[in-house]
């Protein structure tokens, strides 16, 4: 297991990343200070996978767990899903000591981070991210919104997480699309990004960068390209998530990336075709 430490003063907080980690989150939970009442926000598609077990883990750690559902989707990240989350917190008697918990992608954990950033002027809110997108990008940093009729992320605030809880295991329960998708949004550009490198046709090598360059996870093809880490990228992009998505990649062709960075690139973001089970 990987420990990150987000380094923001009072706001600091910390990336927990390996196998299995999911299982441990009911005792990490007990190290801060919550009131009994907590809230865990996911949808249908991703608690009907990981729900038993994430609030078996809560509840022998002593917490009363309320569940919220959302629709699975980005059109249902908006003000009357939000509203939802509000009515069932206020109905459950969840006071300013309670907490938030996001167990989803980034749908779920955009909008249940906003929403802890609103109910009672602010709560905490822990990331437990199930999508590849989400484990390397949307649950870090505190940026939370939900979407309007105008556009996405239009309302939204910056709200830092109290702890990150990233699973390598889950990412084994996306498709393929998924993985070549993620490949295609999370390369070069960023630290730990991957990239591939195959003739067409032939099965992909993927690199992951480090600070001293790309290096080979595949096929001991070594260092195949070098560059300086780009100024103001994070270092904490990430190894134990690149080394799980190197094993998850290994099989694809450069044409499946090439088709999920095209389609990401016509609607703006690769991310928008990683939201499956969210």
């Not at 190290?31 to 865990?40: E, G, Q, T, V």
């Not at 907490?99 to 950033?117: M, P, Y």
């Not at 997480?161 to 993985?179: A, G, Y």
């Not at 560059?227 to 094993?247: E, R, S, V």
């Amino acid at each position: 297991m990987e420990k990150i430490r987000v380094e923001l003063a009072e706001r600091s907080y910390n990336i927990y990343i390996g196998s299995g980690t999911l299982g441990g989150i009911g005792d990490r939970l007990k190290l801060f200070d919550l009131s009994p009442k907590i809230a865990l926000v996911s949808n249908p598609t991703v608690f009907s996978l990981y729900g038993d077990s994430v609030s078996d883990s809560i509840q022998k750690a002593g917490f009363n767990l309320l569940t919220v559902m959302i629709p699975d989707g980005e059109e249902f990240k908006n003000m009357d899903s939000l509203e939802i989350i509000y009515d069932k917190l206020l109905e459950h008697g969840l006071d300013r000591a309670s907490a938030l918990l996001a167990l989803g992608g980034g749908v779920i954990g955009d909008i249940t981070g906003f929403a802890a950033s609103t109910y009672m002027r602010g709560i905490p809110y822990f990331q437990m991210p199930t999508t590849l997108l989400a484990q390397v990008d949307s649950s870090v940093g505190g940026k939370t919104a939900v979407n309007l009729p105008q556009g996405k992320n239009l309302v939204g605030a910056f709200h830092q997480p109290s702890l990150v809880v990233s699973d390598t295991d889950l990412l084994r329960t996306l498709p393929r699309r998924e993985v070549a998708a993620g490949v295609a949004g999370e390369g070069p550009q960023a630290e730990g990004g991957l990239i591939p490198e195959a003739a067409a046709g032939e099965e992909m090598q993927l690199q992951r960068r480090t600070a001293g360059g790309w290096q080979g996870r595949q096929g001991g093809g070594g260092l195949l390209h070098r560059h300086a880490p780009a100024p103001g990228l994070p270092l904490f992009k990430w190894t134990a998530i690149g080394d799980a998505l190197a094993q998850l990649g290994a099989g694809l062709v450069p044409g499946e990336v090439e088709e999920a960075s095209g389609q990401a690139h016509e609607v703006g973001a690769a991310r928008a075709y990683c939201q499956a089970r969210r």
